[in-house]
């Protein structure tokens, strides 16, 4: 029951953090691990469903609109960790829409044919102006600011 931290150390890429305990009765060494503990982020579906947020969902719908881009699946799956981030600092629930949102805003910057695919499919664009609309939206949002 009783027993002393002998050493500590980081463990599995700093996601752990692995001590080596001695027993004070018997002296005996061991070996334990200490790991966060993530609430599950839950999703809330506009039909008020609720379903556990799923990275990889995420990541195959980046895929979806970065098909045949210069993007690595590396580069999709840390969008979407970097997304699930972004979505933990709204709090344990977290709408459809906020989602979406999370997943627009990270796609405008890192890639404009991936974002406007996504957009248009999130968006539901019906023709060629909605790709228009949100293209000149696109631009203008990137351009660099002039001083005035």
């Known amino acids: 029951m009783e027993d002393k ?7 599995e890429d700093g996601a752990a953090i692995r001590r080596r305990r ?6 005996h060494r061991f070996t334990t691990y200490e790991r966060l503990e993530e609430l599950p982020l ?3 579906k506009r039909s008020g469903y609720r379903e556990p947020f799923d990275r990889a969902k995420v ?5 979806a609109a970065a098909k045949n881009r210069p993007v690595t699946v590396l580069q999709m799956e840390q969008l979407a960790s970097e997304i699930e981030e ?6 344990q629930e977290v709408t ?13 910057a890192f890639d404009e044919v991936t974002y406007l695919r996504f957009a248009s499919v999130y968006k539901g664009f019906s023709g060629a102006l909605d790709f228009e609309r949100e293209a000149g939206l696109l631009t203008k949002s990137t351009e660099p600011k002039r001083p005035a």
Not at 5 to 11: E, T
């Open 5 to 11: 931290v002998v050493d500590s150390r980081s463990a």
């Open 22 to 27: 001695e027993c004070m009765s018997c002296g």
């Open 42 to 44: 839950v999703v809330v």
């Open 59 to 63: 990541a195959a719908g980046i895929g």
């Open 86 to 91: 972004t979505l933990r600092l709204l709090g």
């Open 96 to 108: 459809s829409q906020q989602v979406g949102l999370a997943v627009l805003d990270r796609l405008r």
